[in-house]
C-alpha cells in the first residue's frame, strides 16, 4: 500500500510538472471562457455605448442546449457504469465478473477525480500544440456563470456543464482498456496505470485533437490564422473527430494491446476453453452502451440542432448495420449467428461511426456501419491471432481496429459530394467548397498514426513504471483461484 500511495503522489507531481506553458490562456472551445468585453472592444463606437455593446456581443446561453448536454452527460454514465461494466463482466469467466465491474466502476472514480484536479486543466485550456495550461486547476475561476463556446457564433453552454461531458469521455477511454487484460491483473496496478496513462496520452491526445478558441474569436482570415496557430496539433491540421474516434477508441485500443504484451497471457490460454459465462449480461451492457452512445455522438455536437439530429440518426444506422454485417460474415465462417457476434457488431459499429457521426450522411452511415462489422470480425478473429496478444475482451480488435476504419472513413464520406458536410469556412460562415478526399483521408491517417505512435508509447513507459513498482500482474494462484475472492475477498455468485 505505502508502494501504491507512493506512485500515485509520483503521478500527480509529475502531471503538475510537464512544462509551463508559454502563454496560459482561458479554456477554449470546445470549452471557452468568452469574454463580453473582447469582441465589444473592437466595436464599440464610443465609451458610452460599451456596455450595451458587450451586453449584445456576449453570446447566448439556451437552456434547451443546455438540458440537452446535462442529459448526454448522464447517457455517457449510462454506457460506462452501467453499460460497460456489464458488457465487460458477462464475458470473463464467473469467478472474474466483480473484479472486471469493479475495475470499470473505480477507474471511472478515480479519473472524475483527477479530471477537476488537473485534467480539464491540462486538456482545455492553452499551452502549446501538444499539452495544455495549468490555469484552471481544481476547476479555478470556473463558476456557474463561466461561459463555454460551441461550435456556433454567439452560442454558448455553461462551462461547468463541458466539465462535465468531457469528464465522462476521459473516464470512459480509461475503462475500455480494462478489457484488454482482464482476469490477470491486479486491481491497484489498474488504477495507478490509468492516472499515468491518462496523464500523459489522454489528456494531450484531447487536447491535440479538441483544443481551439472558438469560432467567436474568428471574424476574418487573420484571426482565422491566429486560432489555428493557438489550437492543438491535429486540429490546426484540419483533422476530423466529431466524437472521440481517435481520442478516445483508438487511443484505448493501442493501450490495451501493449498491455497484454506486457502482461502475458491467462493461465491455460490456447489450452482450455474460456468462454463468456453470462452472455445476457454482455448483451444488456451492449445495448446499455448503445443507448448512452447517443449522449456520448449526438451531445459532442455541444447544441441541440440538426447536426445532434444527423449524428443522432447515424448512430442508429451505422449501429445497426454493423450488426448484420458481423453477423453475416460470421454465419459464412461459422454456420451459425451468435448473440456475442450480434453484441460485439453492435459496438463495432458504435466506435466505427463515432469520430464520423456528425460529418457524414445516412449513406455514408451505412458504409461506414458495413465496414466496421466486416472489419471487427477480422480483428477479433484474424488480427488477434497475428498479433499473438491475449487481448482478452477484444480491446484493440473492436475499438483500435473499427476506429481506425471509423476515422478513414470519416475522411471519405465527410465530403459534400457523397452526402457528408464537408469543412465549415468561419470566416465566410458557410462551407467551404473546397474537399479533397484523398487529402482529407492523408490527415485523417496523420491522426491515426499519431494515435497510435502516441498512446503506445506513454502505455509502454506507464506499465513499465507499474511494474517496476508495486507490479502488473497477480500471483498463480490468485488468478487460478479468481480475482473475484483473491482482489475483493467477494464472490458474483454464490453456489
Known amino acids: 500500500m505505502k508502494r501504491l500511495l507512493a506512485l500515485l503522489l509520483l503521478t500527480t507531481g509529475l502531471a503538475f510538472a510537464g512544462g509551463a506553458p508559454a502563454q496560459d490562456k482561458p479554456a477554449a472551445a470546445p470549452a471557452a471562457d468568452k469574454p463580453a468585453a473582447e469582441a465589444a472592444a473592437a466595436t464599440a463606437p464610443a465609451p458610452a455605448a460599451a456596455p450595451a455593446a458587450a451586453e449584445a456581443a ?70 502549446n500544440a501538444f499539452f495544455g495550461g495549468f490555469s484552471k486547476l481544481f476547476l479555478s475561476g470556473v463558476t456557474g456563470e463561466s461561459l463555454g463556446a460551441t461550435f456556433s457564433k454567439g452560442v454558448a453552454i455553461p462551462e461547468l456543464v463541458f466539465v462535465a461531458f468531457q469528464l465522462t469521455f476521459a473516464a470512459i477511454t480509461c475503462g475500455l482498456i480494462v478489457g484488454a487484460f482482464a482476469e490477470r491483473i491486479k486491481f491497484s496496478a489498474v488504477l495507478v496505470f490509468a492516472v499515468l496513462w491518462f496523464t500523459f496520452a489522454y489528456a494531450p491526445m484531447a487536447h491535440m485533437v479538441w483544443y481551439w478558441d472558438g469560432p467567436d474569436a474568428i471574424t476574418d482570415a487573420k484571426s482565422l490564422d491566429t486560432v489555428t496557430a493557438a489550437a492543438g496539433w491535429l486540429w490546426q491540421k484540419g483533422a476530423l473527430d466529431f466524437a472521440g474516434g481517435t481520442v478516445v477508441h483508438i487511443n484505448a485500443g493501442v493501450a490495451g494491446l501493449v498491455g497484454a504484451w506486457l502482461i502475458g497471457k491467462r493461465i491455460g490460454y490456447g489450452k482450455e476453453a474460456m468462454p463468456p459465462h453470462n452472455l445476457p449480461l454482455t448483451m444488456i451492457g451492449a445495448c446499455m452502451l448503445w443507448v448512452g452512445w447517443f449522449g456520448f455522438n449526438a451531445g459532442s455536437n455541444l447544441e441541440a440542432t440538426g447536426t445532434a439530429a444527423i449524428a443522432f440518426l447515424n448512430t442508429i444506422v451505422a449501429t445497426a448495420a454493423a450488426v448484420l454485417s458481423w453477423l453475416m460474415i460470421e454465419n459464412l465462417a461459422r454456420g451459425k449467428s451468435s448473440a456475442l457476434g450480434a453484441a460485439s457488431g453492435a459496438v463495432a459499429g458504435l466506435v466505427a461511426i463515432t469520430p464520423a457521426c456528425g460529418f457524414v450522411g445516412v449513406v455514408g452511415a451505412l458504409g461506414i456501419g458495413l465496414a466496421s462489422g466486416i472489419a471487427g470480425f477480422w480483428g477479433v478473429n484474424g488480427l488477434k491471432k497475428l498479433l499473438g496478444a491475449d487481448d482478452s475482451l477484444d480491446v484493440f480488435g473492436v475499438h483500435g481496429v473499427c476506429g481506425i476504419v471509423g476515422a478513414l472513413l470519416t475522411g471519405v464520406f465527410a465530403a459534400p459530394s457523397l452526402g457528408g458536410s464537408g469543412i465549415y469556412d468561419y470566416v465566410a460562415n458557410a462551407v467551404s467548397p473546397d474537399y479533397s478526399i484523398w487529402g482529407q483521408v492523408v490527415t485523417q491517417a496523420t491522426g491515426v498514426l499519431t494515435t497510435v505512435i502516441w498512446s503506445g508509447a506513454v502505455a509502454l513507459v506507464a506499465y513499465k513504471l507499474v511494474d517496476l513498482t508495486i507490479g502488473l500482474r497477480v500471483p498463480e494462484d490468485a488468478e487460478r483461484e479468481g480475482l473475484d475472492t483473491t482482489s475483493h475477498g467477494e464472490a458474483a455468485y454464490r453456489m
Open 58 to 127: 456576449k453570446p447566448k446561453v439556451d437552456k434547451g442546449d443546455t438540458t440537452w448536454m446535462m442529459v448526454s452527460t448522464a447517457l455517457v454514465i449510462l454506457m460506462t457504469i452501467p453499460g460497460l461494466a456489464l458488457f465487460y463482466g458477462g464475458m470473463v469467466r464467473a469467478k472474474n465478473t466483480l473484479s472486471v465491474l469493479m475495475q470499470v466502476f473505480v477507474t471511472f472514480c478515480v479519473i472524475a477525480v483527477v479530471w477537476v484536479v488537473y485534467g480539464y486543466s491540462i486538456t482545455f485550456t492553452g499551452g
